[in-house]
């Protein structure tokens, strides 16, 4: 018969065993958080109408999105889980209890020119709040300690949950009559870790922007200091704006708030070149970042919305969300060996029977699974040295040969795989159980 | 602002969140049931290209395959997780080790017309075990026993798991001389339940089958007795055919090891009626039914194969499997009203501050949760009725208020929101946790 290649698309991911047990378990821990936090889970198809996930789309989505005809439909996949959310608040409206707490964790699709780490399936994890007509500052300021949970669970302490405020830069631009060129402006500012102050200011000059706004802008995005400095700063600042005190008083109840929840000084702080994208957040900004990492860019970011479905509904729902990357994140950390973690295998424990009549092991078997025990046993018919390399090579943790003499005695030794200790005891599940928990 | 409608596709499932608990409780039961018996999880792509898919694919498949092209590639959404599975098999084989045991559950896509309990999007939740070159008949008895715990975890303890071997009805048909009709002969006796035993007798002449051949197959199907008196039967049957031997001496073993795994007489029997699809299998064949509900029909079929991957490598791969179709059974429980579960919420506990300083209800929150209590703290600026009404229409479990009275005191009441209990304890975390756990 003649073979077809057996190919995976790239820019999908596809893993082993043992590295899907890793991305489960990260998998699984966002998940614990977001459950802890008292979120509820929503899972919206994959395949939407065209119409619905475009109704507020343009440009660059237009183009990715992967968008097909089905019969007298004209569908696509969805290419993120904020749009999906839009829709299915404005559909369920009556149905749900507000503020709206839900995660949703799944795959979306962007149409990416395949390269190292860029991805046109993967994982998003999102969580967002949302308000019927309104929704307090101080959920901006509980989010943030949901990231916190989230990196400590993953094993990381040393990440900085960078705060900004939209209202601050909008303020600012208005203050210096450079709301056109806003956008633009934003652009520049948000390259300054990668290209330094002084391109920064040069390509703001080349912006036809007079020298006193320059240098405004350059002092405010350069502003130094702790949080709690740069706010009483910006208290101070001299600047023409409502909109700009609104955001620094807005930025100040959620890092008073912050410390309430518990995230450390050393997790967050006030960066005012945060902007996240140019036209849907309008408040409280984040972006994340591991501190010895920094190369990965950010972990996770989100912030206030005014708005969320205006495309579909008159209702006024305002949110905040933040999202987590996690089929890129885990990619990097793999990349980096920093995947922190435990468990290597699904199975606790392996029987290998060698014996004709199998009863004995089988009833074991199934005795440790209703004790909680996941255990596995080899049954094909193979040498015993092969039967352990399996378990080697699965890295199950422990093993138990039963063969006539453990029949007859009814005493057998539990073989630990990693030290290759081995603690002898009698051939009865709860004993076993007990040994190995 | 002009609105889109917010339209879900038909034959997508879209649940409210209370639905959504219930639907990804069923889901974790299923997984945790396979994580026990030492499978490993696999996530494969969604989209994969249309060549790999429709490697072996034909007729039906194509049909209602999901396919579109995006920049160069001819790209599809898989329409079930065996494909993907042999595909992966062929790409990875020599980084797994044999037998291979995965477990997969994700949502597969099919162009079905839409109607009612009909999903063009949904999730199949597939056990596979893989050997290499071979793989003992023993496996086909651990399957059903898996089935057993599924469906006992799931709150249902009166079902069967009808079993079959399709070389046993290979072999029948050899024995008539009747090979060129076993494809449409399969597809008579398939609709036996339904169409009842006459009008299959009389499908069966209209094929022009001699009437011996006819009354031969006729006993076969309506063959009576427990599955230990058909297994003699057929041991005694006068048939001339190897294969037939082959599959009665299978089905024999399977049932002998199906109780040493622990599944009772009352949950399965051999019915020689069924045959799972026409070119699939080879041997074990499985169907499971609710026995209170037969109208929902299969629950977790599947069977066994002899060469998973053919398509795609030489390696010869034979396995065993089951499928659960989670979408369409849990749509079938939720519309009988058999969800049989116990969580209705996420959060297990709420809290209500009122009073302006938030610290210490949002430190009882964080203390809470390191606790492993999934607690909320309800921010928004609302009545205190309110507040309650949402942890009612939520089904929060617990309730409590903290008020200045409560911060005085460090004296609080847990309400028990489902008997309006009071419980008084000290604001303390720890005294709170135990109290509700």
Excluded at 70 to 75: I, M, Q, R, V
Excluded at 129 to 147: K, N, Q, V
Excluded at 224 to 238: A, H, M, R, V, Y
Excluded at 405 to 416: C, L, P, S, V
């Amino acid at each position: 018969m003649e073979k077809t290649e057996p190919r995976t698309l790239t820019g999908t991911m596809e893993l082993l065993p043992r590295e899907q047990i890793l991305f489960n378990q990260m998998k699984q821990k966002i998940e614990n958080t977001y459950q802890k936090f008292g979120f509820l889970p929503l899972d919206t198809p994959i395949i939407e109408f065209s119409e619905v996930l475009l109704a507020k789309a343009g440009g660059e989505t237009e183009k990715q999105i992967y968008r097909f005809q089905k019969g007298d439909n004209d569908l696509s996949l969805r290419f993120d889980l904020t749009v999906p959310l839009s829709k299915y608040v404005a559909k369920n409206y009556g149905n749900l209890s507000f503020p709206f707490r839900r995660y949703q964790m799944g795959k979306v699709y962007r149409g990416e020119r395949p390269q190292k780490g860029r991805f046109r399936e993967f994982y998003q994890c999102d969580i967002d709040i949302l308000g019927d007509g309104e929704l307090g500052i101080i959920y901006d300021a509980e989010l943030p300690s949901i990231i916190n949970t989230i990196f400590r669970e993953l094993g990381f302490d040393q990440f900085t949950i960078r705060i900004n405020n939209r209202k601050i830069l909008n303020g600012l631009f208005e203050g210096l009559q450079q709301q056109e060129k806003a956008t633009s402006i934003l652009r520049i500012i948000d390259k300054i870790d990668k290209i330094g102050e002084k391109a920064v200011r040069e390509e703001l000059i080349n912006l036809e922007i007079n020298e006193i706004a320059v240098n405004k802008i350059m002092n405010f995005i350069t502003m130094e200091g702790t949080s709690d400095e740069k706010i009483q700063k910006l208290e101070n600042w001299e600047i023409e704006s409502q909109i700009f005190q609104e955001g620094v008083e807005e930025l100040k109840q959620v890092v008073k708030n912050i410390r309430l929840f518990g995230v450390m000084d050393s997790n967050f702080k006030v960066d005012l070149t945060i902007a996240r994208g140019l036209d849907y957040y309008t408040g409280t900004v984040y972006e994340t970042f591991l501190d010895e990492y920094p190369q990965i860019g950010s972990v996770c970011s989100g912030g206030r919305y005014e708005n969320l479905a205006e495309y579909y509904t008159d209702k006024k729902l305002p949110g905040v969300g933040v999202s987590i990357g996690l089929t890129r994140l885990f990619y990097q950390l793999n990349e980096l060996n920093l995947i922190k973690t435990t468990k290597k295998s699904i199975a606790e424990l392996l029987i290998i029977p060698m014996i004709e009549d199998l009863e004995e092991p089988i009833k074991l078997a199934t005795e440790l699974r209703n004790l909680g025990i996941k255990t596995e046993i080899y049954l094909n018919d193979k040498k015993l040295k092969a039967k352990f390399k399996y378990a080697d090579k699965l890295k199950i943790p422990y093993v138990i040969v039963i063969g006539e003499d453990e029949i007859k005695t009814q005493k057998m030794a539990i073989k630990n795989m990693e030290t290759g200790e081995e603690i002898r005891v009698d051939l009865e599940a709860k004993t076993i159980a007990n040994t190995i928990k």
